[in-house]
């Protein structure tokens, strides 16, 4: 019979399909992840671990952590608002990841409060070669009357207010998903990371589309309807573990209105 499901993320569409069906036996449940199948929390499993072992459980996870990141960012491409690209850097040698995080927070809740609540945002940390903590972010919400006067105002550098700030506007590009996620995987397997996110983003992100258990006359249909038409730019088979052969197919749409009910 199979297994089907597909994601929707923002004008990308994969599509998996299992030659065996999942079965979940009586009193068995799916194991508990967070949104998306990605907590952010770089925990590691266990306060004992060295750095080493560490980054070698962590690599485990890595691949699929940064997959799901990268879901989560498509699904806000593509639209008719286009993200910025922001910056943030310590003039000092802040190395504090905690403390970098607590900045951040105040940084957005700022934004929010200038800027609206239709402001959002998803932002990666990463530390520069001397240690200091800074940010990678995406903004939705940020007039681009204020990215284009930002280097004689310097208004968003100065509700950073900790150093330097860098802002560019973007096309929409679904690079920029990949761009964020190189962050992102370096930052899931960092040790000065542990017990803390990967990763942060506001609750009012667009989330990847997720439906699974269909068949394939009715994951064909949706398909269609969705946009996936002519040749995916991936389609792949492999072996899987429980499900027998999958095939993975991955479709561009052209447009992005086309939501399931």
């Known amino acids: 019979m199979g297994y089907n499901k597909f994601i929707k993320s923002g ?4 599509i998996y399909s299992y030659e065996r069906s999942i079965e979940i036996r009586e009193g068995q449940r799916r194991g508990h992840k967070g949104r998306n199948g990605l907590s952010g929390v770089a925990s590691g499993g266990g306060n004992t671990l060295s750095p080493q072992e560490f980054e070698g459980k962590r690599k485990d996870n890595a691949s699929r952590a940064s997959m799901a990141f990268r879901r989560l960012i498509l699904s806000n491409l593509g639209g008719s608002e286009l993200p910025i690209l922001v910056t943030c850097t310590y003039k000092e040698n802040q190395t504090d990841i905690k403390q970098g995080y607590a900045d951040f927070t105040a940084f957005v809740q700022a934004l929010r409060y200038k800027f609206g609540p239709l402001f959002r945002y998803i932002a990666v940390p990463e530390f520069q070669r001397r240690g200091a903590v800074h940010f990678h ?36 590009n679904e690079k920029l998903s990949s761009y964020l ?59 899987t573990h429980w499900l027998g052969k999958a095939r993975y197919r991955v479709y561009n749409l052209e447009e992005d209105d086309k939501n399931l009910s």
């Open 11 to 14: 004008n990308t569409l994969e």
């Open 137 to 172: 972010a995406l903004f939705w919400g940020l007039p681009q009357a204020t990215v284009e006067t930002e280097r004689y105002t310097r208004l968003v550098a100065g509700m950073w207010g900790h150093g330097f700030v860098y802002v560019k506007m973007t096309d929409g």
């Open 181 to 239: 996620a190189k962050y992102m995987a370096k930052s899931f397997i960092d040790y000065r990371l542990k017990n803390q996110k990967a990763y942060t983003c506001s609750r009012n992100l667009l989330r990847p589309q997720i439906v699974g258990g269909m068949n394939n006359f009715t994951l064909d249909v949706i398909a269609q309807e969705l946009g996936a038409t002519g040749e995916p730019t991936v389609d792949k088979t492999y072996d």
